[in-house]
């Protein structure tokens, strides 16, 4: 019997919505483009401390909401 896509550890839909919500008001705050390269740090930096436990969307803003991040360069 094949495991679900849960019990696999992908995302379920209540954190692709809280991880959602946190990317899009730190873009905001951050006037960045959803598509840039900050955008993308930011998102990279969402899915890390996610998947290291941090679930709490006030937790998750706080950690990403007022640091700058520096896109690594290519």
Request: with cysteine; glycine share 6%.
């Amino acid at each position: 019997m094949s495991k679900s896509v849960y019990d696999r550890g992908l995302l379920k839909p209540g954190d692709i919505a809280r991880l959602q919500r946190v990317f899009d008001e730190v873009c905001l705050r951050r006037t960045a483009q959803p598509d840039s390269p900050e955008a993308r740090e930011i998102a990279l930096t969402l899915l890390a401390l996610h998947n290291a436990g941090m679930v709490d969307e006030e937790m998750l803003m706080q950690a990403v909401g007022f640091r700058r991040l520096e896109p690594k360069s290519a």
